[in-house]
């Protein structure tokens, strides 16, 4: 599985972005995609994520600011941010998650965000 993110930038604080991720290769289902960031100096955490049906979990920094939705026909997971804070500054990272008996994560290359104050 492939992973190609975009979107990232320079916002000031209040600002919006949106983060869009498109999967190619061995796409099947259940699977989950998602986002996570790293801030520097810090473990790379959840942003939210969503699965093939449409369940979906967030970070409880992010709730009531962030929405994530995903286009199953173009395998493209979308991560919605409003209101940004400096706080969420940080490299954001696409995830697809494959699951089997197990699970198989993978990653996009990265894509910063940055929010002014």
């Known amino acids: 599985v492939q992973l190609q993110a975009s979107g990232g930038g320079l916002v000031q604080a209040g600002g919006s972005l949106r983060l869009p991720c498109a999967a190619s290769?061995?796409?099947?289902?259940?699977?989950?995609m998602g986002w996570y960031r790293q801030a520097p100096g810090k473990q790379r955490e959840l942003v939210a994520r969503i699965t093939s049906s449409g369940s979906t979990v967030y970070a409880d920094s992010v709730k009531g600011r962030v929405t994530i939705s995903r286009d199953n026909a173009k395998n493209t997971v979308y991560l919605q941010m409003n209101s940004l804070k400096p706080e969420d500054t940080a490299v954001y990272y696409c995830?697809?998650?494959?699951?089997?008996?197990?699970?198989?994560?993978?990653w996009g290359q990265g894509t910063q965000v940055t929010v002014s104050s």
């Open positions: 290769g061995s796409i099947f289902s259940p699977n989950v």
């Open positions: 995830n697809f998650r494959r699951i089997t008996t197990t699970w198989i994560d993978y």
